[in-house]
């Protein structure tokens, strides 16, 4: 229990202020990265980063099952190019592509280790607490025009989730239909500790092969 308040504390530290800037270097990159997303999209990037997961794991094999026919159904041809990316603004969380086990980086069990720990070692802030945030995030997002298609619906449908005491949404169907989002929830720590020196091996391994081609020319 202390470690999981010890993590809480470190992730809200890292939400208590964010600047405009920030905000909108976010919403940039988000635009930029994925030109078919709605307010749904933002909204999910944004909560990701502050809550983590989505669900609540209730055991290892549930998890496991699903990851197991994700996989079975999913080609690397089917999968974006990136192997990870921050969620929100902090990036208190990443989102790991499948990709990575697809192409032999991890393997099935170290992502579902990674997956599983971020959301049971830590204490999730209460719907409360992300309602504020997101109230202070959307005021900055009606200030900035961006011409989202159903944006006043996607506006009133958060919020009537917010009332209800919820918070998690899926993908719009243009993202997901545009883009094929496959990848889990990773927290930081256990992302830059466990899975980038993957990614990171693979990274050298591919410099070393160049370098022997090049040598060999």
Known sequence: MYMRRIVWMILMAFSVSISA?????????????????RLFDIYKSCFQDYMGAEHLVS?????????DEELSTVTLENLLPWDYEPCGINGNYYRVSLRL?????????????????????CERPSVEQWRDEWQRMMSKIDQ???????????????DR??????????????YRDAYRPHYRIVRWDIFENEIMPAINKRKMMERKTEDDIGAHK
């Open 161 to 174: 989730i917010l009332a209800a005491g919820k918070y998690a949404i899926s993908h719009s169907p243009e």
């Open 21 to 37: 800037q920030d905000f909108e270097d976010f919403i940039s990159r988000q635009m930029g990265t994925y030109p078919e997303s």
């Open 101 to 121: 086990i697809k192409e032999g980086v991890i393997t099935e069990d170290q992502l579902i280790d990674a997956f599983v720990r971020s959301v049971t070692e």
């Open 144 to 158: 900035m025009n961006l011409s989202l298609p159903f944006y006043q619906e996607d506006k009133l449908f958060i």
């Open 59 to 67: 055991n290892r094999e549930s998890v496991k099952a699903y990851l």
